[in-house]
């Protein structure tokens, strides 16, 4: 909600100055950097939720601690696919 409103607001804005055309681009991609970051931590949280490790007292700060985390949240998730497969059969 609050990303559509800047946007409104600064696309309104370039259609009425006209003249801070560079200064409305620059508003404009700051946003979108804003955007993809958030998306990024969404997609954090959605990997988090989905394999329901929560949030412990550790959790990874960088990017590429967090996607050591994922793989090894889809590698726990695999072998116990695995292990209740051969208990079952």
């Excluded at 409104?8 to 404009?28: G, N």
Aim: proline content about 1%.
């Amino acid at each position: 909600m609050v990303l559509s409103v800047v946007f409104l607001v600064v696309y309104s804005w370039e259609i009425l100055s006209r003249t801070h055309i560079a200064l409305c681009e620059t508003v404009i991609n700051v946003i979108w950097v804003v955007f993809v970051v958030d998306y990024v931590m969404s997609l954090w949280w959605a990997f988090v939720t989905v394999t329901t490790v929560g949030y412990g007292d550790f959790s990874p700060v960088t990017f590429q601690g967090k996607i050591i985390a994922v793989v090894l949240m889809f590698t726990g998730i695999a072998l116990i696919g695995i292990a209740t497969a051969t208990l079952a059969s």
